[in-house]
């Protein structure tokens, strides 16, 4: 081509404010606009049309594209070259034709076509930095957004070499609709185009963005689902990401897709892409697609880890592994994952040995490891490979002895294995004796790494593949299924010979022999010549009764039933029922409900389920009664459960005492009192009977010496009864007795009743106390009235049974009064301790009465006492107890026989304390021992009835 140079230094010397200056003239002087469509070959320098301007270099005379006058527009290197293009209509479709001239290439010079909505703001459209030498130049067409309106071609320059040549711009007017164009990297792909991804490697991946443009004036509609297709031979290998592809794309606005080329196979790989649209002239939109693939060849940097028993899992790390279709441990093919292009997860196959590891692809390229060292064990050689019963044999191999803890079992019959006694044992040999049960088979050696497996080992003599039962009682007949019995064969069950007369000799793979008596669970044994076969367990099969429970002690009133109680009976390879009997006053039965002294419990086909038992209390005589209850069955041993019981004796319950009684003599009576009365396990009513001088009744209202609580038909308890009890004296004087409480085969229970009587009483007495202050007691009494009273005698004692002496005396202040006086004695006390007190009343005729006794404790004796006064016994004799603190006390009197006839439990306070004794009725004449438990100690005071 030729260019015309107006003058020489023009392109490359102009000084650059010179160039500065031209350019904003050109650019002033063109802000005219283009109308659209618009077409444009030349000329160019210095004569732009309406809607073009610029800064050009001098035209070239060559005319690309189908421009035929005003030659070409020069962009030259170094200049500040650009040619701008405005219009106010929405763009179509951009054409223009491109060449070079004055080099081989435009050697990485960068050609470049610029949109802008505002003439301010550009955005790159199209670049250009390879372009075809060829005479009539090379056509490109873009598509302008629909807001663009100003076009700019610059070249940017880095070497003084080629000029650009720019030819037959062609801008046309957008269609009214939406207009489709799709783009890659800024690289517009005609529709009927083709996009080609290059090389890559199998089962690597080159994804790719595109942007769909809409340079329409209505929104456009990608109506395809999915709206990206690809079809096609090699669809497959071509992947789509739609996650940001939007269905309707604005005017002038644009969407995106991603397309992987992820070939999984070798060589040249198309398909065609596809996507369907409202464009009226581009629907669908298709281009092709195209990408080669080869294999490429895997590396192998590390595994981890370097050693390992068999079946763990090896990581493998290297490159290029996706590809990779096997992988052998020293050449034995292993199972494996491809994780990823650097990683494959291999597991160490059985049988896999030391050495290296190799991973090869599908196309034959490898790579190998350093050593992988196999640490589960592995026989080599068995020593020998055949022999009898307990011989010794030798094991061969590696890794043999790892955790130094390793097992061996033999081949046993049915498929199990037999575990065999190890003699020694080193990494490379191990010896074992060859075990009892053990026939021709593999041998399996085991250890912490794993489990090695021999080759066959062959079993010499007898051996026991099965019995038919396999299970039995003493005296069925078994059938021992083996190889190498003879006539001569000898039989046991678990070490218990068989008599030769129960053994039955068929052929040299069958015998029959019978369960010998005394016999147990365990192995049949079959010896010929000295060699011993012997079979996995025999279960001999025991007649068992078992017994499940206990039960608690019985009680039951005589001739009366108890409520029942149960255990449970079962039973296994019975030859009966199971008979359960009870000893005498038990019975028992299986339904609750009718009882005898024995039952069967039925046995199916020798089996008794868990059966419960019930058992019950019938007692004939009183007192306790105990035996067991036996379940027994033929042949199989008796189980005994123990029973005992009680008879239930009725039991009468006083509640109360009574308070002293006074009332004239010769038919006056006293206020009653009241107490309570109750039974348990009756046979009868209570009678109740006073004692002489006094009365009772049960309505407080009918009294009489004599009253009967009535036990309720069909019951055995008395409820709770209240008694009322008054004193009617006939005569002047102390009377004491029991109200005495009976009933059919139940002990008496007396109450003690006391009275006085006067026919006119001297002195009424309202009160007698003692106050102490460590070191003196002072006295005080107060009488109601006093007749004939000639004074009071005061006496104290420290043990109411040596008797009481007078210490002081009280002149009555009148001897006859009726109204309240008070009297009072003061006495100085020796020392800490426990005092007792009395009055004396004595009348002017030297008759005396006695007040109660009262006692008072000194602080500092840190004692407890317990007296009886009087003793001998009276009627009114008590207990006089002094505690150091509060709590209970127990009083329980024996017999010098040990016999006990009193008990009773009593809350004290701290100080002195009385307890009534109400027994003397009850007791014969003759010495008795009171025991009394207070605060943890033991007291005990001899006591006598005359």
């Keep these: 081509m030729n260019k015309v140079f107006t003058c020489s230094f023009r392109g490359i010397f102009l000084p650059l404010l010179l160039q500065c200056i031209l350019a904003l003239g050109i650019a002033s002087a063109g802000f005219a606009q283009a109308v659209l469509p618009f077409n444009y070959g030349g000329e160019w320098e210095g004569r732009l049309p309406t809607g073009l301007s610029g800064s050009l270099g001098l035209d070239f005379l060559d005319e690309l594209g189908n421009s035929t006058t005003g030659g070409s527009a020069g962009f030259d290197p170094g200049e500040l070259h650009n040619l701008v293009m405005q219009f106010n209509q929405v763009p179509g479709i951009l054409t223009y034709w491109l060449s070079y ?119 456009l509609t990608l109506t395809g689902n999915p709206k990206v297709v690809i079809s096609g031979t090699d669809a497959a290998q071509f992947v789509v990401n739609e996650s940001t592809t939007l269905g309707t794309v604005a005017a002038g606005a644009s969407t995106s897709f991603e397309i992987s080329f992820n070939p999984s196979s070798f060589g040249n790989k198309t398909a065609t892409l596809s996507i369907a649209n409202n464009d009226a002239d581009e629907n669908p939109y298709t281009f092709a697609l195209t990408g080669t693939a080869e294999e490429l060849t895997p590396t192998i940097t590390s595994v981890n880890p370097t050693s390992g028993k068999i079946g763990i899992t090896v990581t493998i790390t290297g490159t290029n592994l996706s590809a990779v279709s096997s992988v052998a441990f020293n050449g034995t093919a292993a199972s494996f994952t491809v994780v990823s292009a650097t990683q494959i997860d291999a597991v160490v196959p059985q049988n896999a040995t030391t050495g290296l590891i190799r991973v090869t692809t599908t196309g034959g390229k490898f790579a190998e490891s350093t050593t992988f060292t196999v640490t589960s064990p592995r026989i080599t050689a068995v020593t020998p490979n055949s022999g009898t019963i307990n011989d010794i044999i030798t094991l061969t191999g590696e890794n043999l002895n790892a955790g130094n803890r390793p097992s061996v079992k033999f081949t046993g019959s049915g498929g199990t294995q037999v575990t065999a006694s190890i003699i020694s044992k080193t990494d490379i040999e191990v010896k074992v004796k060859v075990p009892l049960t053990a026939v021709s088979g593999p041998i399996y050696l085991t250890n912490s790494n794993g489990t090695a497996t021999s080759s066959s080992f062959t079993v010499t003599g007898p051996t026991i593949t099965a019995l038919d039962p396999t299970s039995g009682k003493i005296g069925f007949v078994v059938k021992l299924t083996g190889t190498g019995f003879d006539a001569s064969s000898t039989v046991s069950f678990n070490g218990v010979a068989v008599p030769a007369a129960d053994i039955v000799y068929t052929s040299n793979t069958e015998i029959s022999a019978k369960v010998p008596s005394g016999a147990t669970t365990g192995p049949v044994t079959v010896t010929t010549a000295g060699r011993n076969g012997q079979s996995q367990p025999f279960t001999v099969l025991v007649q068992t009764i078992t017994v499940t429970g206990t039960l608690s002690p019985f009680s039951a009133m005589l001739n009366a039933a108890s409520a029942s109680q149960s255990y449970q009976v079962s039973g296994e390879n019975l030859d009966g029922n199971i008979t359960v009997a009870a000893p005498a006053n038990f019975e028992v039965s299986t339904d609750n409900s009718i009882f005898a002294s024995s039952v069967a419990v039925i046995a199916l086909n020798g089996i008794v389920a868990s059966t419960p038992v019930y058992v019950r209390y019938v007692p004939a005589t009183r007192g306790t009664h105990s035996g067991n209850v036996s379940n027994s069955s033929p042949n199989a041993t008796t189980r005994t459960i123990a029973v005992q019981g009680a008879t239930l004796d009725p039991t009468i319950t006083v509640t109360g005492t009574l308070s002293e009684f006074s009332a004239p003599a010769g038919g006056g009576t006293s206020d009653a009192q009241s107490y309570t009365v109750s039974g348990a396990n009756m046979e009868a009513g209570i009678a109740i009977n006073a004692p002489v001088e006094f009365e009772v009744s049960l309505d407080n209202s009918i009294f009489s010496p004599k009253v009967t609580v009535a036990l309720p038909s069909g019951a055995t308890s008395i409820a709770s009864t209240t008694v009322y009890v008054r004193y009617k004296p006939a005569a002047t004087g102390v009377h004491s007795g029991n109200i005495v409480h009976s009933s059919t085969n139940a002990a008496s229970v007396p109450l003690a009743a006391n009275g006085s009587s006067n026919t006119t009483l001297p002195v009424e007495l309202v009160s007698f106390k003692a106050d102490n202050n460590a070191s003196e007691v002072t006295l005080r009494w107060v009488t109601a009235s006093e007749e004939n009273n000639s004074h009071f005698e005061v006496e104290m004692t420290t043990d109411p049974e040596a008797g009481f002496t007078q210490i002081g005396r009280v002149s009555s202040k009148s001897v006859n009064s009726s109204v309240t006086t008070d009297y009072l004695l003061q006495y100085s006390l020796p020392g800490a301790g426990l005092y007792y007190f009395r009055l004396k009343q004595v009348d002017l005729d030297g008759t005396a009465s ?90 005990q005071v001899k006591v006598v009835k005359q």
């Design 101 to 219: 001239q004055y080099a081989a290439t435009i050697d990485g010079n960068e050609f470049q076509v610029w949109e802008s909505a505002d003439g301010i703001t550009y955005t790159l459209l199209n670049s250009h930095t390879s372009i075809p030498n060829v005479l009539e130049g090379t056509k490109y067409a873009v598509n302008p957004k629909a807001s663009t309106r100003y076009i700019k071609f610059t070249y940017i320059t880095t070497k003084f070499t080629a000029s650009i040549l720019l030819d037959d711009i062609t801008l046309t007017e957008a269609v009214p609709g939406p207009e489709i164009n799709i783009k890659q990297n800024s690289t517009s792909i005609s529709s009927g185009g083709s996009f080609a991804f290059g090389t890559v490697g199998v089962g690597t991946g080159n994804p790719k963005s595109f942007v769909v443009e809409n340079s329409g004036t209505e929104s």
């Design 850 to 939: 006695y007040s109660k006794v009262i006692a008072v404790e000194v602080a500092g004796s840190g004692r407890e006492k317990v007296t009886v006064a009087p003793n001998p016994l009276v009627y009114s004799s008590k207990v006089f107890v002094s505690a150091a603190a509060q709590g209970q006390a127990t009083l329980v009197l024996q017999s010098m026989a040990g016999k006990q006839v009193y008990q009773k439990a009593i809350d004290v306070n701290a100080g002195p304390n009385e307890v009534p004794l109400p027994l003397y009725d009850q007791l014969a004449k003759g010495v008795y021992i009171l025991t009394v438990a207070l605060n943890g100690q033991l007291h």
